[in-house]
């Protein structure tokens, strides 16, 4: 416990500094969400470029320890091709272009979940997740409760379903209280998907410029 409790202190004072630009690099990882189908995602750096034909599946990093203090974010998206609007509120039929995902953990969980992929992660009880969408018919800055994890993953809505390129800010803290009545506690992963399976349509869209703050 002792040796636990000083881990947590170095890992928190670490967490004090966080940084900006997350790069689109070598440390992501595609999840397969579905047996036979997966999205096409590449990595460039500074960018992520995404084609979903009739297919889902997310790509997703961790954070360093001096990123899990982060409490903001920003990043640009284009979509060139786009899924119809779908209702967001139902599991099944809820197909979007792009998904954000911002991965947080108490602190301790943090520490004891280090090297974790993104399936241990999810399926610790104490995880919250906001996720930031392009895609159904809601208004922007709705927040709703994710129909596959209530009271641990929240869709916040940035864009509805379409083409075009925008550019986002996002308050993290204000949105996480929003969506789960609490204060963040370590950011530990950030996630992209883009969903087209249930429309069975095409999506052609990119990220860039992702950082955090």
Not at 7 to 22: H, N
Not at 72 to 90: C, E, F, H, I, K
Not at 161 to 180: C, H, I, M, P, Y
Request: aromatic share 8%; net charge negative.
């Amino acid at each position: 416990m002792r040796i636990l409790s000083l881990a947590l202190l170095i890992v928190l004072a670490a967490a004090s500094v966080t940084a900006g630009p997350v790069s689109f690099g070598d440390s992501w990882r595609e999840q397969r969400l579905q047996l036979f189908n997966s999205n096409d995602y590449s990595f460039n750096g500074g960018s992520l470029d995404i084609v979903s034909d009739g297919a889902v599946s997310l790509a997703w990093t961790r954070t360093g320890s001096g990123d899990w203090g982060a409490r903001a974010a920003s990043w640009n998206w284009t979509v060139d091709q786009s899924v119809p609007a779908t209702d967001l509120r139902l599991k099944g039929g809820d197909d979007r272009n792009i998904s954000i995902y911002f991965v947080f953990l108490p602190e301790a969980d943090a520490v004891n979940m280090d090297g974790a992929n993104i399936r241990q992660l999810n399926g610790n009880p104490n995880v919250r997740i906001l996720q930031y969408v392009w895609g159904g018919n809601h208004s922007r800055g709705d927040v709703q409760q994710s129909p596959y994890a209530p009271g641990q993953g929240a869709n916040v809505m940035l864009r509805q379903a379409g083409t075009g390129s925008n550019s986002e800010s996002v308050d993290l803290a204000r949105d996480f209280a929003t969506a789960f009545g609490s204060t963040p506690g370590a950011l530990v992963g950030i996630a992209v998907s883009a969903d087209s399976d249930d429309t069975d349509s095409l999506i052609r869209a990119s990220v860039s410029n992702l950082a955090i703050r």
